[in-house]
């Protein structure tokens, strides 16, 4: 039986790109910010594009940080996407005002500090030997980024022996960011995996394949 999957449409995301590469890799798909219909999906998937501070006001008008916070809490997996990924963490800082996002994780999304921003275009990342997203794919596999700000700094340990540690994938672009976090039922992605061809399809399929 194929796995239905939520895109969370809250006005702030390429919902219809997300749409066809979720069904490409044989997921039922579907696009609403119905309550009922985010908590029961298999799987939810969190795009977002812009600025963090107006994709969490967007977010949390919809109801978004409490499902995705109830979710979480039931050890339904959720999906984070670019901007979608930025407002998991603590609060975000564009030109110079901060914003509180859903601190799912501890940490600041800040500019990037290189040459050319805002970052675009195609880059390979450094993923941990155990990942799960990036299974079967290359070292020298490439995903499609499209950002200004980023995590620059991973701060949460798990010390407890019992539970597996969160699993971080790195990029660089004048300076080394988070590029993938896998945190038991929530994972996310800096780089558009719905935009980064056959790579990017093998990585939803993983996601899938865990719900």
């Given at each position: 039986m194929s796995k239905n999957v939520v895109i969370f449409d809250y006005g702030f995301g390429n919902v219809r790109s997300a749409e066809r590469a979720v069904a490409r890799v044989g997921a039922d798909v579907e696009i609403t910010r119905d309550y009922d219909r985010a908590m029961n999906?298999?799987?939810l998937l969190v795009p977002g594009v812009g600025a963090f501070s107006a994709c969490m006001a967007g977010l949390t008008a919809a109801r978004g940080d409490w499902i995705v916070d109830?979710?979480?809490s039931g050890g339904r997996p959720v999906l984070g996407i670019c901007v979608g990924m930025q407002i998991l963490f603590e609060r975000g800082i564009e030109h110079g005002v901060e914003a509180a996002g859903l601190d799912?994780?501890?940490g600041s999304v800040?500019?990037?500090k290189a040459?050319?921003?805002?970052?675009?275009?195609w880059n390979t990342v450094e993923a941990p030997g155990d990942s799960e997203l990036f299974a079967g794919l290359d070292d020298d596999a490439r995903f499609y980024f499209v950002h200004s700000y980023a995590v620059h700094h991973w701060g949460l340990e798990v010390t407890n022996p019992r539970i597996r540690p969160p699993r971080v994938t790195w990029a660089a672009h004048g300076e080394r960011f988070v590029a993938a976090v896998e945190n038991g039922a929530l994972w996310a992605t800096q780089f558009h995996p719905e935009k980064s061809g056959d790579a990017g399809a093998q990585?939803?399929?993983?996601w899938i394949g865990t719900l």
């Amino acid at each position: 039986m194929s796995k239905n999957v939520v895109i969370f449409d809250y006005g702030f995301g390429n919902v219809r790109s997300a749409e066809r590469a979720v069904a490409r890799v044989g997921a039922d798909v579907e696009i609403t910010r119905d309550y009922d219909r985010a908590m029961n999906a298999d799987g939810l998937l969190v795009p977002g594009v812009g600025a963090f501070s107006a994709c969490m006001a967007g977010l949390t008008a919809a109801r978004g940080d409490w499902i995705v916070d109830r979710r979480l809490s039931g050890g339904r997996p959720v999906l984070g996407i670019c901007v979608g990924m930025q407002i998991l963490f603590e609060r975000g800082i564009e030109h110079g005002v901060e914003a509180a996002g859903l601190d799912e994780w501890p940490g600041s999304v800040e500019p990037l500090k290189a040459d050319v921003v805002p970052h675009m275009g195609w880059n390979t990342v450094e993923a941990p030997g155990d990942s799960e997203l990036f299974a079967g794919l290359d070292d020298d596999a490439r995903f499609y980024f499209v950002h200004s700000y980023a995590v620059h700094h991973w701060g949460l340990e798990v010390t407890n022996p019992r539970i597996r540690p969160p699993r971080v994938t790195w990029a660089a672009h004048g300076e080394r960011f988070v590029a993938a976090v896998e945190n038991g039922a929530l994972w996310a992605t800096q780089f558009h995996p719905e935009k980064s061809g056959d790579a990017g399809a093998q990585l939803l399929t993983n996601w899938i394949g865990t719900l």
